[in-house]
């Protein structure tokens, strides 16, 4: 990455360009190999929003107005944002439910699907609670029916199985930061065969479908990133998900009136806790203030939480909606600081408790 700072644009013809030109050839092979994919079929982009936005977007927009789309109530805001659009343009629009484990049902998938069903678009895994999806399921059941379907894997990149034709997905997320890259490099997998609009229009990039010149530092990085995910990628998993049983162990047994939201299959560095009778942002705040980093299972705005919208789909009553706490571990989290932490937060707990609240008077 460094060296490639001084490399010229990729789009160049001089002998510069297309040194650097060779070494985004390169990153996109290693990519593409690692994706078990083509190399046609990866388009970089800067972030998993773009990508998302140009899965949908695109998809949507080359099938023509009139065309519906299927997603789930749990998905992230550069999914429900770009369905909102679709909707303004004229777009059918289905947004399924999920169960109180946030997953989506089979059956109700298939049900919803239509003769001008064009596209389906599901997360891997959630972004607030790490719930994994069943999406070779759900992908199965959208080639039967001929919709392509896409899935945002962003959240998954360091922990779960990538590849394109394991998931049986046409259109796949992901986005460098996740897998231990930069930030401000994505790319968007896009099966060979299917039709995707542009988004964006300028010099062409990336065969006409994204256009914008080429974060090649960024694009690097990722290559590398992914590279190595890939390799330690179980025994990163494994270890880390018994720190994160340990310390919700730890913390379920010494804190009363505690629930795990979406408890179900996990990715192994998330845990959400609600903790009744604590307003999120309260906590938060005393966690901040004892060095531990973590966030509230909701977006706030001017200082006011918003409940989650992934906990409201789920059906949790919204007394565990505004105590909800997401910890999400890394490779470098160590047991000495899962174990500090669950020392912490019952004393937090119990200095922010609202009585009335735990009687449910408030």
């Known amino acids: 990455m460094l060296e490639s700072h001084e490399e010229y644009n990729p789009s160049s013809l001089h002998a510069e360009g297309r040194r650097a030109r060779a070494a985004l050839d390169a990153a996109r092979q290693r990519i593409a190999t690692a994706l078990g994919a083509a190399r046609n079929e990866i388009v970089f982009t800067s972030s998993g929003t773009e990508s998302d936005n140009l899965a949908i977007l695109g998809v949507a927009r080359a099938a023509g107005a009139g065309a519906h789309v299927v997603s789930?109530?749990?998905?992230?805001?550069?999914v429900l944002g770009a369905?909102?659009?679709?909707?303004?343009?004229?777009?059918?629009?289905?947004?399924?439910?999920?169960?109180?484990?946030?997953r989506v049902d089979a059956g109700e998938f298939e049900a919803a699907l239509r003769p001008n069903t064009v596209l389906a678009s599901v997360a891997y895994a959630n972004n607030e609670t790490g719930t994994v999806q069943p999406i070779a399921q759900l992908s199965a059941i959208a080639r039967r029916r001929g919709v392509a379907f896409h899935t945002?894997?962003?959240?998954?990149?360091?922990?779960?199985?990538?590849a394109p034709n394991e998931l049986g997905v046409d259109l796949l997320t992901l986005s460098a930061h996740k897998a231990g890259g930069p930030h401000g490099a994505?790319?968007?997998?896009?099966?060979?065969?299917?039709?995707?609009?542009?988004?964006?229009?300028?010099?062409?990039?990336?065969?006409?479908?994204?256009s914008g010149t080429h974060n090649l530092p960024g694009i690097l990085g990722m290559a590398a990133a992914f590279d190595l995910a890939a390799s330690e990628r179980k025994r990163a998993a494994s270890g880390v998900a018994a720190l994160r049983?340990?310390?919700?162990?730890?913390?379920c047994a010494e804190v009363p009136d505690v629930r795990v939201n979406g408890a179900g299959e996990r990715l192994p560095n998330f845990l959400n806790l609600s903790f009744a009778g604590v307003e999120s942002i309260a906590l938060l705040i005393?966690?901040?203030?004892?060095?531990?980093?973590a966030s509230a299972g909701s977006a706030c705005t001017s200082g006011s939480p918003e409940p989650s919208h992934v906990l409201r789909a789920m059906g949790i009553e919204?007394?565990?909606?505004?105590?909800?706490?997401?910890?999400?571990?890394?490779?470098?989290?160590?047991?000495?600081?899962i174990d500090r932490v669950a020392a912490l937060v019952p004393s937090l707990v119990s200095g922010l408790r609202d009585p009335a609240a735990l009687r449910g008077d408030g």
């Open 286 to 293: 005393a966690l901040d203030l004892a060095g531990v980093a």
């Open 318 to 337: 919204e007394r565990w909606q505004r105590s909800a706490i997401r910890f999400t571990l890394g490779t470098e989290t160590s047991a000495a600081e």
């Open 72 to 78: 789930s109530a749990t998905e992230h805001h550069a």
């Open 83 to 102: 369905l909102d659009r679709l909707q303004e343009e004229g777009f059918e629009i289905t947004v399924l439910p999920v169960g109180v484990d946030g």
């Open 245 to 251: 049983d340990r310390f919700e162990a730890a913390v």
């Open 152 to 162: 945002d894997a962003v959240q998954a990149a360091r922990w779960l199985s990538l």
């Open 186 to 210: 994505g790319l968007l997998y896009v099966r060979s065969g299917v039709p995707l609009a542009p988004i964006s229009y300028g010099g062409g990039q990336e065969s006409g479908r994204r």
